[in-house]
């Protein structure tokens, strides 16, 4: 069986969740969940460290594979048990979908980033609350380019869903719940159609629902 380390209240987490949820892994029955992370512990163990020396989770061992970072988990598990073809392996759609997913995490996760950590991790009398307002606006300018590109097709790699979608999506429900949360301090939420109905779209036709947290995770 499986196993993956991590709480599922960290975003990177989810993102697996989401993509065995999608393969119609079960957790108990195909893979073991491990709590790590946080008030957890665990993480910070010789044996954990052993398997991820960065002492982050996710971390997923699957017999002798033992894989670290979220978004080479999930291209993982795509490839190898994605038996009944959830995810397109037509090299156009991939390598589209393997686009946004870099973009994701090099491009406009480190400044929602800014922002998230700042409203949810760090003590309200040390926050920094220009750099949490600019971190959010430039979020709203950068997901601007999402939108163009969903005016034109039903998914971020075309008009199938894809592995892109969920580290997207994912990032995009946090965006949301911070300006619901901290209107005042994000600034106001970019009005953009298309995500809108894109992730209604999700909603209706993946596991988001199941995966997704319908509140912050707020550390007072």
Same mark, same amino acid.
């Given at each position: 069986?499986? /196993?993956?380390?991590?709480?599922?209240?960290?975003?990177?987490?989810?993102k697996? $969740?989401?993509?065995?949820?999608?393969?119609?892994?079960?957790e108990?029955? %195909?893979?073991?969940?491990?709590?790590?992370?946080?008030h957890f512990?665990v993480?910070?163990?010789?044996?954990?460290?052993?398997l991820?020396p960065?002492?982050?989770?996710?971390?997923?061992? %699957?017999?002798?594979? *033992?894989?670290?970072?979220? #978004?080479?988990?999930m291209?993982?598990?795509? /490839?190898q048990?994605?038996k +009944?073809g959830?995810?397109?392996?037509?090299?156009?759609t991939?390598?589209?979908?393997?686009?946004?997913?870099?973009w !994701?995490?090099?491009?406009?996760?480190? +400044? $929602?980033?800014?922002?998230? $950590?700042?409203?949810?991790?760090?003590?309200?009398?040390?926050?920094?609350?220009?750099?949490?307002?600019?971190?959010?606006q430039?979020?709203?300018?950068?997901?601007?380019?999402? %939108? !163009?590109?969903?005016?034109?097709?039903?998914?971020?790699?075309?008009?199938?869903?894809?592995?892109?979608?969920? *580290?997207?999506a994912?990032c *995009?429900?946090?965006?949301?719940?911070?300006n619901?949360?901290?209107?005042?301090?994000?600034?106001?939420?970019a009005?953009?159609?298309?995500?809108?109905?894109?992730l209604? /779209?999700?909603?209706?036709?993946?596991?988001?629902?199941d995966?997704?947290?319908?509140? $912050? #995770?707020i550390?007072?």
């Open positions: 069986m499986m /196993r993956l380390w991590g709480r599922k209240s960290s975003i990177n987490v989810q697996v $969740l989401w993509c065995l949820a999608e393969l119609g892994l079960k108990g029955k %195909d893979f073991e969940r491990i709590d790590a992370g946080l512990g993480n910070n163990t010789p044996e954990f460290l052993k991820n960065n002492g982050l989770v996710p971390t997923l061992e %699957d017999g002798d594979v *033992v894989l670290w970072e979220s #978004n080479t988990i291209r993982y598990l795509a /490839r048990h994605d +009944a959830r995810f397109t392996a037509d090299i156009k991939q390598y589209e979908s393997e686009k946004w997913m870099d !994701q995490l090099g491009t406009m996760w480190p +400044a $929602l980033r800014i922002a998230f $950590l700042g409203l949810t991790r760090t003590p309200e009398a040390e926050r920094n609350h220009q750099a949490i307002l600019k971190g959010y430039e979020t709203n300018r950068l997901l601007g380019m999402l %939108d !163009q590109v969903l005016a034109k097709q039903n998914y971020c790699s075309g008009n199938q869903f894809q592995i892109g979608d969920i *580290v997207l994912l *995009v429900s946090r965006w949301i719940l911070l619901k949360t901290f209107p005042q301090q994000t600034g106001e939420r009005d953009l159609k298309n995500i809108d109905v894109w209604k /779209r999700l909603e209706e036709e993946t596991c988001l629902n995966i997704a947290e319908k509140e $912050l #995770n550390v007072k």
